[in-house]
Every structure is written in structure tokens, then in C-alpha cells.
């Protein structure tokens, strides 16, 4: 960050990185992130997503799979 004389690197990544914690930087910070998706996006994603149980997410997890077992549907998943 000090050789590209920037505070944060900006949206693009799902993580907000800061050179120093600061009110300043990270409000300038959150309002890239604002600003590059109209719908807020990755503001919205990274409010809720600590509020979401982990059991909620396999168990949709696994309605997929079943789904996809029932229709013989594949699903290639990227890694």
C-alpha cells in the first residue's frame, strides 16, 4: 500500500483492506464499495452474512443436490 501510495485496495476483492484503522480511511474505504455496485452489494453481503446459520446454508446445500440428483442435473462448480 505504501508504494502505491493508496489507504485501501478497492472493489474487485470481497475484503476490505486498510493501511491504518481510521474512521477516514475505512469511510473512504466502504464508499468505493458503495459507489462501484449500485445495489450495494458487497455492503449488503457483508451486514447479513454473519447473521446467517451455518445450518441454513447446508441444508439448502443439500435440497441442491438433491434436486440435481432427482432431474439428473450437473452442476460443474468452480474452485
Known amino acids: ?4 501510495k ?3 485496495y478497492g ?3 470481497p475484503r476490505v483492506f486498510v493501511q491504518n484503522l481510521t474512521r477516514e ?3 473512504e474505504a466502504v464508499e ?27 441444508q439448502l446445500r ?3 443436490i438433491e434436486l ?3 432431474y439428473e442435473i ?3 462448480q468452480q474452485l
Open 74 to 76: 450437473k452442476i460443474q
Open 25 to 27: 480511511i475505512i469511510h
Open 62 to 64: 443439500a435440497q441442491e
Open 32 to 58: 468505493v464499495y458503495i459507489n462501484d455496485k449500485p445495489d450495494v452489494y458487497w455492503v449488503k453481503l457483508y451486514h447479513f452474512v454473519v447473521q446467517i446459520d451455518p445450518a441454513v446454508i447446508n
Open 11 to 13: 472493489p474487485g476483492l
Open 6 to 8: 493508496i489507504n485501501f
Open 68 to 70: 440435481q440428483q432427482k
Open 1 to 4: 500500500m505504501e508504494e502505491e
